[in-house]
């Protein structure tokens, strides 16, 4: 049975922000700085800018990780590093990092038995790692819930990231089952192809709207993720009510970024 929702969905592209006086003289004065307080962790607070470093295998890299974390913006690591790369990583830091800056760098993971055992490993190996991501591409399969479950009873005392989903009820869902953050959207990323190929997704402005309006009730927190291809999409996505804005093309293409350079 299909269902047609005929209320207007939107998107980045179909709103704009309408001005009102303030008291800054320029923009550049505006603070991002945030400080959050985590649903299922009450002694473990966040503070920093929320822009996120997309776990994309191209832009998720220690090099990334190592400048962000200067400017106090987290980076999701992508998964595809072994044990041995993060355990040389680290060892290779020396005194560049303390342990407040370990807050703006998590490890990202999937949903198989493999993913579980590699990030169990890891987070045994490197203790000042707090924050975990567990990312796929449609989070309304059963077994994602279910190893949300599973990762925030291995890992009580970390904050967990998990999505991606794009309606209040999974996002409630989310949250009730461990998830400190929910990372919201389906299709809307530059390099996405779920739209197209699968026909699933949803506007990224209105799915802010309702999941954040969600999240919040619960005292859970949204992760915007997609979309944004300048900076005014950052600002529309914080004024629907997203707690953190993810983003991948932004930051692709840098010194700091993995893949071919093609000039």
């Given amino acids: 049975m299909v269902k047609i929702e005929e209320d207007i969905k939107l998107d980045f592209s179909d709103v704009l922000i309408k001005p009102k006086r303030s008291t800054l003289a320029s923009r550049s004065e505006v603070v991002l700085n945030r400080t959050y307080k985590m649903k299922h962790i009450s002694f473990l607070s966040w503070n920093g800018v929320p ?3 997309s776990n994309m295998d191209s832009t998720g890299t220690f090099e990334t990780a190592m400048i ?6 987290l980076t999701c690591i992508h998964k595809h590093y072994t044990e041995d790369d993060w355990l040389n990583w680290v060892n290779s830091l020396e005194n560049n990092l303390v342990e407040d800056d370990w807050q703006y760098i998590a490890i990202s993971t999937g949903i198989s038995d493999s993913d579980f055992e590699n990030t169990c490993k890891i987070m045994g190996q490197i203790k000042h790692l707090n924050i975990i991501c567990i990312d796929v591409a449609n989070g309304y399969a059963e077994n994602f819930v279910n190893n949300v479950i599973k990762f925030r009873t291995q890992f009580p005392d970390k904050i967990i990231i998990a999505g991606n989903v794009v309606s209040s009820e999974m996002t409630e869902q ?3 089952s461990g998830a400190d953050i929910v990372k919201i959207g389906i299709g809307p990323g530059s390099v996405c192809t779920t739209r197209k190929q ?5 506007p990224q402005l209105s799915c802010i709207l309702e999941c954040a309006d969600a999240a919040h009730g619960l005292g859970g927190l949204v992760m915007s993720d997609g979309g944004c291809v300048c900076p005014g999409d950052f600002a529309k996505a914080f004024g ?6 993810m983003a991948g093309g932004v930051f692709a293409g840098h010194d700091e970024s993995s893949g071919e350079i093609i000039d």
Avoid: R, S
């Avoid at 962000?68 to 913006?73: F, G, L, N, T, W």
């Avoid at 699968?198 to 949803?202: A, L, P, R, S």
């Fill in 174 to 176: 989310m949250i009730l």
């Fill in 240 to 245: 629907a009510g997203a707690d953190f804005v």
């Fill in 51 to 53: 822009i996120v470093v």
């Fill in 68 to 73: 962000c974390v200067k400017h106090k913006m």
């Fill in 198 to 202: 699968t026909g699933v997704g949803y």
